[in-house]
């Protein structure tokens, strides 16, 4: 089976504005070892509680490629990887947490959420530094962790970690599928229904009465089969191509989105600084499924020139990456306040400018749903591919990945609301991977060699902060979902609104 942790640095190595240097082949994935590719290895001096800031330059060593990513290209597909629909939810997001508390806890779980993807880092480098290896993912990382953990129990079971790693790993690249699903077909319904009554004109209050159509679950049928033959494409130098079509059309629609919101924002004063305690854990779902990019900081570290400066443009793009989210949050709820939808995007005014916004990202997601769903469908079809003749196994390939994706429009069709897909997605996966397991990672990596009992607070705060955010975010979301009255609208009925 191929290692998740390859795939994920295939993936985002595709993400670049270059695609000459964006690209690799399925047969190369398949025929070459990635445990032979370069990596780094942290100072045999560091200490375990310092984290990234004291690295040694001196202790990073190059094994592989010399045609690796620079720092600017890494920087680009870090900021590619943290920006998706997620970011279009968090104006809803702040909305359940109130205006000055969503903000502050955005720039807390973003603080916290980098925190732990250094410790990742750094458990990496120390088990690369002592079973001198060139690489090892996150999946291998948790699984030495165990075995070098004092308790018995875990050493007999290290492999768990590895399963447990890639289990959370399809739960959450799957439930980004089933995301773009209800995203792709809350925004088509929105501009077919408004079609009739586009106009050119954004800018005065106008209510427009939306000409109902068929259900949203019908048009995630409708794109159905357009997306299972967008995951047939098994090559990843032809997904690059969709790659950049979908940078390109996100990023303008990102700059529109802004455009708009900036512009002539209500008096803030109606709204609540801090919302009831009820919502507040599907904010937290919310922020984490943005914040989830945990999965990807040591494949593009290992595919850097110079690893070295890896610490650096891992704070740099997540400082990037926090301020962007606090203030597309902040902003998209002091402009539509509590009429504020699942996307920012169903918010948008119904003229042709913004219409176009709405489609422009919606292709920019659809083109994304083959580079999510590579990853999971990488880890799982070589179980059903090895076990089918060689004459078959082509159409076995094909008919997995069919029934994996009818299983995620199927997921979508069942909770067709966007808000609560997303932060049920980021409470049950997103948080375990990104909050959860580093920091107790980090205590069983460390245990033998001695840890301060400062930091062994700090890991076990975040572990049982996270696990919390894991129990109440999953229960209030199934809540939210068993109470049908209490759902917004799933349609936007005004054009523009009033300022």
């Known amino acids: 089976m191929v290692p998740w942790s390859s795939l994920l640095e295939a993936v985002f190595h595709l993400c670049s504005f270059d695609p000459?240097?964006?690209?690799?082949?399925?047969?190369?994935l398949r025929n070459e070892d990635y445990q032979d590719y370069s990596s780094t290895d942290a100072s045999p001096e560091e200490s375990p509680s310092e984290g990234l800031g004291n690295f040694s330059p001196g202790a990073y060593q190059r094994f592989g490629e010399s045609n690796n990513t620079t720092w600017f290209q890494t920087l680009i597909?870090?900021?590619?990887?943290?920006?998706?629909?997620?970011?279009?939810?968090?104006?809803?997001?702040?909305?359940?947490?109130?205006?000055?508390?969503?903000?502050?806890?955005?720039?807390?779980?973003?603080?916290?959420?980098?925190?732990c993807m250094g410790i990742l880092v750094k458990c990496a480098h120390h088990f690369c530094h002592r079973l001198n290896k060139p690489f090892v993912d996150y999946g291998d990382t948790v699984m030495y962790g165990l075995e070098a953990s004092p308790s018995p129990w875990l050493r007999n079971h290290a492999h768990w970690g590895r399963r447990t790693v890639d289990f959370f790993l399809i739960v959450t690249q799957l439930g980004f599928c089933c995301v773009y699903f209800v995203?792709?077909?809350?925004?088509?319904?929105?501009?077919?229904?408004?079609?009739?009554?586009?106009?050119?004109?954004c800018h005065n209050n106008e209510t427009v009465i939306l000409t109902p159509t068929m259900d949203s679950r019908l048009y995630m049928l409708a794109f159905l089969p357009f997306?299972?033959?967008?995951?047939?494409?098994?090559?990843?130098?032809?997904?690059?191509?969709?790659?950049?079509?979908a940078n390109m059309s996100m990023l303008v629609s990102l700059v529109m989105i802004y455009q708009f919101i900036v512009q002539r924002i209500p008096n803030p004063s109606h709204l609540p600084l801090v919302a009831s305690w009820r919502?507040?854990?599907?904010?937290?779902?919310?922020?984490?499924?943005?914040?989830?990019?945990?999965?990807?900081?040591?494949?593009?570290?290992?595919?850097?020139?110079?690893?070295?400066?890896?610490?650096?443009?891992?704070?740099?793009?997540?400082?990037?990456?926090?301020?962007?989210?606090?203030?597309?949050?902040s902003l998209g709820y002091l402009q539509f306040g509590a009429s504020i939808q699942g996307s920012i995007t169903l918010n948008l005014p119904n003229c042709w400018l913004y219409q176009s916004v709405k489609l422009l990202y919606s292709i920019g997601i659809f083109f994304t749903y083959g580079l999510q769903f590579y990853?999971?469908?990488?880890?799982?079809?070589p179980f059903f591919v090895s076990r089918a003749p060689e004459q078959c196994r082509l159409l076995v390939d094909l008919s997995v990945r069919t029934a994996m994706v009818c299983l995620t429009?199927?997921?979508?069709?069942?909770?067709?609301?966007?808000?609560?897909?997303?932060?049920?997605?980021?409470?049950?996966?997103?948080?375990?991977?990104?909050?959860?397991?580093p920091p107790l990672l980090e205590i069983a990596t460390y245990s033998s060699e001695g840890l301060r009992p400062l930091t062994i607070a700090k890991d076990a705060l975040i572990s049982v902060l996270g696990f919390a955010g894991f129990m109440v975010g999953t229960y209030e979301a199934l809540a939210e979902l068993a109470q049908p009255s209490a759902a917004p609208n799933s349609t936007n009925s005004t054009g523009a609104f009033a300022y």
């Open 20 to 28: 000459t240097k964006a690209t690799m082949s399925t047969e190369r």
């Open 77 to 115: 597909h870090l900021l590619k990887g943290n920006i998706g629909t997620g970011l279009l939810g968090l104006p809803l997001a702040v909305k359940n947490a109130g205006i000055l508390l969503g903000p502050l806890s955005l720039l807390v779980i973003g603080v916290v959420a980098v925190h």
């Open 183 to 201: 995203f792709l077909a809350d925004n088509f319904k929105q501009v077919v229904e408004a079609a009739n009554r586009t106009t050119n004109n």
């Open 227 to 245: 997306l299972v033959l967008l995951v047939f494409i098994r090559n990843l130098r032809v997904l690059s191509i969709f790659s950049l079509l």
């Open 279 to 329: 919502t507040y854990p599907l904010f937290f779902g919310t922020a984490i499924f943005a914040f989830e990019g945990i999965g990807m900081v040591l494949p593009l570290e290992n595919k850097m020139k110079d690893p070295q400066k890896f610490p650096l443009i891992l704070y740099l793009g997540m400082a990037i990456v926090t301020v962007l989210y606090i203030s597309l949050g």
């Open 375 to 381: 990853v999971p469908a990488e880890i799982i079809m």
């Open 409 to 437: 429009c199927m997921l979508a069709i069942l909770i067709p609301r966007l808000d609560l897909v997303i932060s049920l997605v980021g409470s049950v996966s997103s948080s375990a991977l990104a909050l959860v397991i």
